[in-house]
């Protein structure tokens, strides 16, 4: 019989690591209404972490934050400029 405890810590592990997706579909449910098809949000959660990683070890914990989260809007709007401004292929430019 499967115990209870070991139930237990995969639900707790499965909210833990789900909250991440969660953050990122509400985003890009945002952008789905906005009419921007934005394919690449798991692309950019991965060159956020990767980018805390090296900037936290380099700069601290606050430094590293600051600049995660202007990398990821700059590359959001590099994603807006392609697709708006130059009116290229939402798809093409999401998964390039």
Partial sequence: MVELSWIEGVLALTVQFGTVYLLASLGEIYAERSGILNLGMEGMMIVGAAIAFVFTNALGHL????????IGALMGLLLAFLVVTLRLNQVVVGLA
Avoid: F, T
Wanted: no cysteine; charged share 0%; glycine share 0%.
């Fill in 63 to 70: 430094l590293s934050l600051v600049s995660v989260v202007l």
